[in-house]
């Protein structure tokens, strides 16, 4: 039986069992979140609609299941995460980007589409356990599943067999500060950059925002209030409602080289930072 649990909605918790969502647990903390609503018409989160979200994914996208898309070209929004990383994969700003996925857990794809298949229909993954036929089909990819045996998540090790493969300029995800300061001493000491994203980052305290932003080169916000707070420190914003915000000089280039492969009408201006529309912002901020 194969088991994947996610974290959504701010800090909900949802167990998926051979292919069903069987729990959903916790308090539901976020009541709005302008990307359910736009994407799907959410106006308010219950354990209907994270039900709904899962099974949609499920259906849609085998998520959880040994047939799981893979592979995606079209965008889903404009300045996701999986979005901004697969266009710095085509342009050469990377070559590597080491990502959690459901049924095979840390995942090194060199391939901009997969990159995106990963990410593009799942995020929130904490735990899951090993699919052999889509681990399988990664790897026929050319993708590198670290451990095929238990589906271990782990961001650090990955970055380290990335390294050790040769791959020298390598996108990792992370959503806590002690993944990210083992992450930024791997890159000292090993022989490649590492261009860190900041995800899942809902409820991270203030102490460790303040830390995070000092390591990482993107961030989304999700519905984290300290990460808005300290947004008049970041060098780019994109979006207003769950904006991403770039804190280098590395993650300002490849935001705005995702901007270079959008279809749909930019405007840039200079501004203030951050520019957060009150009406626009996930509710509550926590």
């Known amino acids: ?28 903390k976020l009541e709005y979140c302008p990307l359910q609503n736009s ?8 354990e209907d609609t994270i039900r709904n979200s899962i099974e949609g994914r499920i259906k849609a996208f085998g998520m959880c299941t040994e047939d799981r898309v893979i592979e995606i070209k079209p965008d889903f929004v404009d300045f996701g995460t999986s979005e901004i990383m697969a266009c710095a994969m085509e342009s050469g700003m990377i070559d590597a980007a080491v990502e959690p996925c459901d ?13 995106q298949g990963i990410g593009g229909i799942m995020s ?25 045996k238990s589906a271990k998540i782990d961001q650090k090790e990955g970055l380290k067999v990335a390294f050790e493969e040769g791959y020298k300029d390598v996108a990792v995800t992370v959503s806590k500060v002690d993944e990210a300061e083992v ?15 900041g995800v899942h980052t809902s409820g991270m305290n ?38 991403v915000f770039a804190f280098s000089e590395t993650g300002k280039d490849i935001i705005l080289n995702r901007i270079r492969y959008m279809k749909s009408q930019v405007m840039i201006k200079t501004c203030e930072l951050p520019e957060l529309p009150e009406v626009r912002q996930p509710r509550p901020l926590f």
């Open 1 to 28: 039986m194969s088991e994947h649990i996610f974290e959504l909605n701010g800090k909900v918790r949802a167990v998926v069992k051979d292919g069903r969502v069987t729990e959903i647990e916790g308090p539901i």
């Open 124 to 148: 929130g993954l904490v735990k899951t356990t090993p699919i052999p036929k889509l681990i399988d089909r990664l790897e026929n990819r050319g993708s590198i599943v670290i451990d095929s």
């Open 206 to 243: 203030e102490d460790d925002v303040k830390k995070f932003i000092e390591l990482i080169d993107v961030t989304t916000s999700c519905a984290s209030r300290y990460i808005r707070e300290v947004a008049d420190r970041s060098l780019v914003q994109v979006g207003n409602g769950i904006p």
């Open 183 to 197: 992450c930024r001493a791997i890159e000292k000491d090993g022989d490649g950059r590492v261009v860190l994203f």
């Open 39 to 46: 994407l799907r018409g959410v106006d308010r989160i219950t």
């Open 103 to 115: 049924g095979a857990g840390t995942v090194i794809a060199s391939e901009p589409g997969v990159v």
